[in-house]
């Protein structure tokens, strides 16, 4: 466990769940930086669930430079975690990579944990049971291990994953290779693929840092060069503008759509039946949740509702 980090990604512009941020917080903050339900914001949620499986301080939160009044000085539970700062959101692609360059220079033996900053588990002992089981595996493995979570609906905002052979049976849940990768599949799809017993992707990762890299090397060979080119910055005064111009000149680019889904042979997953989850990334899911765990009057979910559109 020594070697365990958490790379917490909180980068994005929660565009898509504006309205009902802006009715809940005032203003125009992200989603990730939102107390959406709870007690806490998205971001307190996932690192109070990250940190039954890893170290406050081997955890850090990737965010973007635009968004620092909302975590600048903000009351951070873990506050031996840290902050990455990105100069500018091109997509979960460049931010995972700038957090993997980083930990190799920190530890080359890092096993790394990626997790996204706006989900919903219903059982968090059950999560970390799985990502325990993950980051196991991801140990003596050359695959990056995917979570991924059985469907009950044909959802097209989903990455979905095909799974293969079975390569392990002991744990929480079973570890598959991957067939294939599909993300956000047509609706025509999206129902076939649930028929086939297909999972939806959770984007939760486990993997050694040198695989990960390895896969990005091998999807988008650019982005990687571009990032080694200023590796001598990294951890200097100069770490700064060499991130900021190197930021310019970047394409928007996901993890998802431009690695995981062109690499399957190198990915596996692990499905438990057990997890409950969600993506509060789109309204119609946020406002769901909301209804069954918050105490949120009959009056205010109609506004919630009225002001999302």
Not at 9 to 36: E, M, N, Y
Not at 185 to 209: D, H, K, Q, Y
Request: proline share 6%; aromatic share 10%.
């Amino acid at each position: 466990m020594s070697h365990r980090w958490a790379v917490i990604l909180a980068g994005g512009d929660g565009k898509r769940l504006l309205p009902l941020t802006r009715k809940i917080s005032g203003d125009d903050r992200p989603k990730q930086f939102c107390p959406v339900f709870g007690d806490g914001t998205l971001l307190d949620q996932t690192c109070q669930r990250v940190a039954r499986i890893v170290s406050p301080r081997r955890t850090f939160a990737i965010v973007t430079r635009a968004h620092e009044r909302y975590y600048s000085g903000a009351d951070w539970e873990f506050n031996t975690a840290a902050f990455l700062i990105q100069p500018c959101n091109k997509g979960t692609a460049p931010a995972i990579v700038y957090s993997l360059m980083r930990l190799r220079e920190l530890d080359p033996l890092a096993l790394v944990g990626v997790f996204p900053s706006d989900h919903h588990f219903g059982d968090d002992d059950a999560f970390a049971d799985c990502v325990s089981q993950a980051f196991e595996s991801a140990s003596n493995s050359s695959k990056l291990i995917l979570l991924g979570i059985k469907p009950d609906q044909p959802e097209e905002g989903y990455g979905w994953i095909e799974p293969g052979e079975p390569m392990a049976a002991h744990g929480p849940g079973l570890i598959f290779a991957v067939n294939r990768f599909w993300e956000k599949p047509s609706r025509t799809a999206a129902v076939e693929l649930l028929r086939r017993g297909c999972l939806w992707n959770s984007f939760i990762m486990t993997g050694r840092v040198d695989v990960f890299l390895g896969l990005v090397r091998r999807a988008l060979p650019d982005l990687c060069e571009s990032f080694e080119s200023i590796r001598k910055a990294l951890f200097t005064e100069e770490e700064g503008p060499a991130m900021l111009d190197l930021y310019l000149s970047l394409p928007s680019t996901s993890f998802s759509h431009d690695v995981l889904s062109v690499c399957a042979s190198d990915l596996a997953v692990l499905c438990s039946k057990a997890l409950s989850w969600t993506d509060v990334g789109e309204v119609d899911r946020a406002l769901s949740l909301i209804e069954r765990k918050t105490a949120a009057s009959d009056h205010e979910i109609a506004a919630w509702h009225t002001a999302a559109g």
